[in-house]
């Protein structure tokens, strides 16, 4: 079969005698064995590493997990820098995780967590930082400041564990370029290798932002408009 | 560029990562490399459990898990080392849930545990089949949360050395810019992994687990033992090597031959279960793994990621059908030589984890045990390399020049590599693998020794300076040729069959 991969700016024709193969094997066939300088990034083959996540006609896919097709189009992640062929600079977007304090504050010792405690964020924990989300999210595309899906999925995990104590300033944390910003459009859902759905987690955090008194911002001048109008606050 | 820092960790699995926040905790500047991203560690591909006899889950004791530990190493263990990580084991399990790792949990709001084989007890703490993953996730948050620098994608060249041997810098290649860096450090921690890719595609690791800094170290001077200790783990799905963890023979999964029969204790230590599924696949048997008497709804619950890889990869459902599995290289016991501080036999450098051989696997490691001494070590490692650093002054050295690099630039590549990556991969599979003879070790010698004898002829055909992955995977290529030599010679040595160094014909 062929594939077609996108390396520096063109798109290469490689004849693969696999059958049945992933997309990582068919380019470790290349790499191997027909051009040695085609360069892409992959570790555990077992799709929990979160390396080698790319877009096949259009999609994204952790190519170690995904069966290739004759005439699939292989090209690296969209709104990242690619350092080379199929290889992006994850960095960026790694930064987001701090940016939103992605971590535990501090845990109350008092807390113990039962089975039930521990279904609130199992399916957040299982998260391999692909960046296949930031590469289909519209969102991020035009706004280069938005936290993004994983990093908030990361905040919903610690600010839906009980043992976290600074749930209040990690909600604070992303009220500007973070849970406002998506538009549900549900695109990380879809491309999520591990089956989780950041729009979910944002919708929790936008819960969670009214509990402790934010609103959404759009919301918010809409309704200071008519605050205004009739000279009485409107909540 | 140069950079200058108290302690420079290589590597960012869980090891390195628990190396860096203890260091840093501890004062010291710390700045973190790994030739990835640390979440790509092989860490994450742990599934079963970290052991710690906390008894939640019936009786247990700290003494039984030293025991059941030094059992399973063959007398190859060192006594102190097992007797300080079982006894370290709940306060590393209560700082991990500490930070944030999301356990599995009984109803009465313990961490959940369950039996891997060897243990008398239900010992491994898990986090379902992802137990790896979400310690190595949390370690890398908690990293964040302490301002500690990482730098991606950078690989380790070569050790830098003072006059009298003291190890007090690194050469770096900057993947991404192609450029060489030099890292001045007061102390270097190694917490670089195994080996197990020296068998190539016969591994269940990452294929980054080429045993840089073993080899990079053992350039040196740095003592080496126990290297030829490789243990291959029973259940790799048959195609792919693929691993299907230990979780589901822990939660009673059998290992079924081609007639349906079982043949053996599915919870006797990995040397064990490996040995005897052998024997039935060199007489001719297929062997599976059967867990369909669990049902879909515990297996939903407790073995997701097996499900997922057995479909994935194997093209089963282990709900209904049986998955066909076969041992593999999965874990390496040998390693660099650490005395009880975590230091090598340089000074200066320390090491943790994989890379390191602190002698509390021996010849055989429990599953759940590796886990453990990463938590444990890497906390031993950070804290004395702070110290050391604390103590010492800076040396400055003269920027080197570099010339690996260019010498490999240079090499002729008239033979491919690649190629012999994947030959010496099944040679030592077939001929340095569970069970070994002096026969097949000897002319495997001479085999790796031609190889690295002429090294030269090989070589990359990029040139490029960006991101040429072609060059870093010679570099690995020429680090396992090394690894491959110490684990021969290592095997050669012992002639007397131990753990998982097996000779035929006792």
């Known amino acids: 079969m062929k594939i077609i991969v996108k390396k520096s700016d063109e798109f290469i024709e490689y004849e693969i005698p696999l059958e049945g193969a992933t997309l990582l094997e068919a380019l470790t066939y290349v790499k191997t064995k027909l051009d040695n300088t085609l360069a892409f990034s992959s570790g555990c083959r077992s799709s929990v590493c979160g390396s080698c996540s790319m877009r096949v006609n259009e999609r994204e896919v952790l190519a170690c997990s995904y069966k290739v097709q004759d005439g699939d189009r292989v090209e690296p992640l969209k709104n990242v820098k690619v350092i080379r062929d199929l290889v992006v600079d994850m960095d960026k977007a790694y930064s987001f995780n701090a940016k939103a304090s992605a971590w535990l504050n501090a845990s109350s010792p008092s807390v113990a967590l039962n089975d039930e405690d521990e279904k609130i964020n199992e399916l957040q924990s299982d998260c391999i930082l692909c960046g296949s989300c930031y590469s289909a999210c519209p969102v991020y595309a035009v706004n280069p400041d938005f936290l993004g899906p994983f990093a908030l999925t990361r905040v919903w995990k610690y600010v839906g564990d009980r043992r976290e104590d600074g749930a209040q300033e990690k909600v604070t944390n992303i009220q500007t370029s973070g849970v406002w910003d998506c538009t549900l459009c549900n695109e990380c859902t879809l491309v999520c290798p591990q089956n989780i759905s950041s729009k979910a987690d944002i919708e929790k955090l936008r819960m969670k932002s009214a509990q402790y008194g934010f609103m959404d911002p759009s919301f918010a001048s809409f309704g200071g408009g008519f605050g205004s109008f009739d000279g009485s606050p409107s909540f | ?506």
């Not at chain 2, 890292?183 to 045993?211: F, Q």
């Not at chain 2, 691993?243 to 031959?257: K, P, V, W």
């Not at chain 2, 590549?413 to 690649?418: G, P, R, S």
């Not at chain 2, 099944?426 to 070994?436: A, L, P, Q, S």
């Open chain 2, 1 to 506: 560029m140069d950079y200058s820092v108290d302690v420079l960790v290589v590597g960012a699995g869980g090891a390195g990562l628990t190396a860096a926040l203890n260091a840093k905790e501890s004062g010291a500047d710390v700045l973190l490399i790994t030739k990835e991203y640390p979440t790509r560690s092989q860490t994450c591909m742990a599934q079963g459990g970290i052991n710690a006899a906390l008894g939640n889950a019936g009786e247990d004791s700290i003494e039984a898990h030293i025991a059941n530990t030094l059992k399973s190493a063959h007398g190859e263990a060192d006594e102190e080392a097992v007797r300080f990580m079982c006894s370290e084991a709940p306060n590393a399990v209560a700082w991990l849930d500490s930070i944030g790792v999301c356990f599995s949990r009984t109803k009465d709001a313990k961490i959940a545990q369950r039996t891997l084989g060897g243990a008398s007890a239900a010992r491994a703490c898990y986090a379902q089949d992802y137990t790896g993953l979400k310690i190595l996730h949390t370690l890398y948050d908690r990293c964040l949360s302490q301002g500690i620098e990482i730098q991606n994608e950078r690989v380790l060249l070569e050790l830098l050395q003072d006059e009298n041997s003291c190890v007090c810098g690194a050469k770096i290649l900057n993947l991404r810019s192609g450029e060489v860096e030099i890292y001045h450090a007061k102390a270097i921690i190694l917490a670089s992994g195994g080996y197990s890719r020296i068998y190539d595609k016969n591994s269940t690791n990452s294929t980054a687990s080429t045993g840089d800094g073993i080899a990079i170290a053992s350039r040196a001077g740095a003592k080496l033992v126990d290297m030829e200790f490789v243990q291959f783990h029973p259940t790799a799905l048959k195609n792919s090597s693929i691993l299907i963890g230990e979780s589901a023979r822990g939660e009673g999964g059998y290992l079924l031959n081609s007639k349906g029969e079982r043949f053996t204790n599915e919870l006797a230590p990995r040397d064990v279960v490996s040995r005897a599924i052998n024997e039935e696949i060199n007489r001719g048997e297929d062997i599976f793994i059967d867990i369909r008497h669990l049902g879909e709804q515990f297996i939903d619950e407790n073995l997701p990621q097996e499900r997922k890889l057995a479909k994935l990869y194997e093209g089963v459902d282990p709900v209904t059908e049986i998955v066909p599995i076969k041992p593999v290289a999965h874990y390496t016991m040998g390693g660099i030589e650490v005395d009880h501080h975590s230091q090598t036999s340089l000074e200066g450098l320390y090491a943790c984890g994989e890379c390191a051989n602190h002698r509390v696997h021996g010849g055989n490691r429990l599953g759940g045990n590796a886990l453990l001494e990463i938590i444990v070590f890497g906390k031993e490692a950070g804290l004395n390399a702070a110290i050391y650093a604390k103590e010492s002054q800076e040396i400055k050295l003269q920027t080197p020049n570099d010339t690996l690099v260019s010498e490999i630039l240079s090499y002729e590549n008239a033979l491919d590599f690649y190629e012999a990556r994947e030959k010496i991969g099944d040679m030592f599979y077939k001929d340095v693998g569970i069970v070994r003879t002096k026969e097949q070790l000897e002319s495997s010698l001479e085999k790796i020794e031609s190889i690295k004898a002429n090294l030269h002829k090989y070589g990359v055909s990029d040139r490029s300076k960006k991101y040429n992955s072609n060059l870093v995977e010679f570099l690995e290529f020429r680090n396992t040729l090394d690894v491959c030599l110490e684990v021969l010679k290592g095997a050669l040595a012992r002639e007397v069959s131990c753990g998982a160094h097996y000779m035929s014909g006792e």
